[in-house]
C-alpha cells in the first residue's frame, strides 16, 4: 500500500508539487495521469525515496520513506523515466548488478534473473549487450531490473513512452498481468494508455490532484453524446439531409468517404438531445444499414474542463 499525505514540493521557488494526497490500496493499480510537466514524475522519485520532498508524508507498505529509505526501498520497484541502463553491460551482467543492489544473495540470482526475463520476455537476449537492444527491449529490460527482489509495489513512469504500437500493446499486457500480484503506480500523460488497466486514477494538473475516481465514473460524466460519427450505406446527399432534419441535430456534415457507397458523417446536437434512436429509425425507414455509430473519444482535456468545470460551479 502507498499512502501520499500533503505532499509539497518546491524548486527553489517554483511550486511542483501543492498539498498532494492519495493512496493505492494493496493489489491496486492506479494511474497517475495528468499533462507534461504536471509533477508526475516529481512525485514518484518522492515515493521512491530519489527526491527529498518540501512537506509531507509518504509510507509504503507502512514505512515511511523519509525516515526510513532504505528499509521503504526494499518494497519498491522502479522503473523511472528514463531507465538507468549501463548500455557497455550485457542484459545478464546488468541484472546481476540489480541483484547486488537489492540485496539478493549470491545463491538465489540465478534463480530471480531467470524469473524475471521470463516474466519480461527477456530470456533471448539476455547475452546481448543492452547498447544493442532496441527501444522496446530496453524498457523490457527496465520492466526486469524493477521486478528483481519481487518487490510489493512498483512505481512505473510512463512505461510506454517512445514505444511502437506493437511494443505499447506488449508492455501493457505485461503490465497487466503484474497487477496480479503487485500494487501498481503507473503515470501517463494519455487517458486512454491507464484507461483500460487500472482500477483508480488520480489525475495531476499544475502540482494539484484535480481527480481521483475509477475510469468508468470519469468516463461516464463527461460522455460526449453530443458528438456522433457516423458511417452509413446509401445516397450521401439524402442521408445528410435526412439526418439534418433530425430534432436536436445542431449540425451534420460529411467528413470522408473511407468505404465505397458509404459515407462518414459527424453530427452535433444539443446537449439535452440524444439522438442515435432517431437516427437508427431514420435508416432503418429508409433502409440505409449503419455500419458504425459512436459517440467522440474523450481525452484529457475534456476531463479536466469537466473537473475544473465542476469547481467554478461550486464556487458559484
Ligand atoms: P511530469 O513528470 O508530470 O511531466 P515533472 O514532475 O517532471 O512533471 O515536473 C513538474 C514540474 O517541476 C515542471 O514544471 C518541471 O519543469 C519542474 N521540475 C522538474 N524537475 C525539476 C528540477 N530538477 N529543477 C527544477 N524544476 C523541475
Ligand atoms: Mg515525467
Known amino acids: 500500500m502507498i499512502e501520499v499525505k500533503h505532499l509539497t514540493k518546491r524548486y527553489g521557488d517554483h511550486l511542483a508539487l501543492d ?49 526510513n529509505p532504505i528499509e521503504a526501498k526494499k518494497k519498491i520497484g522502479y522503473l523511472p523515466e528514463v531507465p538507468p541502463l549501463y ?55 527496465g520492466l526486469a531490473q524493477a521486478l528483481v527482489g519481487n518487490p510489493e509495489v512498483l512505481i512505473l513512469d510512463e512505461p510506454t513512452v517512445g514505444l511502437d504500437p506493437k511494443q505499447i500493446i506488449e508492455v501493457r499486457d505485461l503490465i497487466k498481468n503484474l497487477s496480479k500480484k503487485h500494487t501498481i503506480l503507473l503515470s501517463s500523460h494519455i487517458l486512454q494508455e491507464v484507461q483500460a488497466v487500472c482500477d483508480k486514477l488520480v489525475i495531476i494538473n499544475h502540482g494539484r490532484i484535480v481527480a481521483i475516481d475509477t475510469p468508468e465514473a470519469l468516463s461516464r460524466n463527461i460522455l460526449q453524446i453530443n458528438k456522433l460519427e457516423l458511417r452509413i450505406k446509401g445516397p450521401k446527399n439524402a442521408i445528410l439531409q435526412g439526418i ?12 470522408r468517404i473511407r468505404e465505397e457507397g458509404t459515407v462518414d458523417i459527424r453530427v452535433e446536437t444539443d446537449d439535452e438531445t440524444d439522438v442515435r434512436g432517431e437516427i437508427f429509425q431514420f435508416c432503418a425507414r429508409e433502409n440505409y444499414p449503419i455500419y458504425m455509430m459512436r459517440t467522440d473519444e474523450i481525452n484529457l482535456e475534456d476531463i479536466f474542463l469537466q473537473v475544473t468545470g465542476e469547481r467554478e460551479a461550486r464556487r458559484r
Do not use: H, W
Open 19 to 67: 498539498d498532494i494526497s492519495f493512496t493505492v490500496e494493496d493489489g491496486e493499480i492506479v494511474g497517475f495521469l495528468g499533462p507534461n510537466g504536471a509533477g508526475k514524475s516529481t512525485t514518484m522519485n518522492i515515493i521512491t525515496g530519489y527526491l527529498s520532498s518540501t512537506e509531507g508524508e509518504v509510507k509504503v507498505g507502512g514505512v515511511d520513506v523519509l525516515e
Open 244 to 255: 439534418q432534419d433530425i430534432d436536436g441535430v445542431v449540425n451534420a456534415e460529411i467528413v
Open 87 to 141: 548500455v557497455d553491460m550485457t542484459v545478464q551482467e546488468y541484472l546481476d548488478f540489480a541483484c547486488d543492489l537489492k540485496g539478493v544473495p549470491a545463491a538465489n540470482k540465478p534463480d530471480t534473473i531467470e524469473q524475471v526475463c521470463k516474466l519480461t520476455k527477456i530470456s533471448d537476449v539476455r547475452k546481448r549487450l543492452i547498447r544493442n537492444l532496441s527501444k522496446g527491449y530496453r524498457q523490457r529490460v
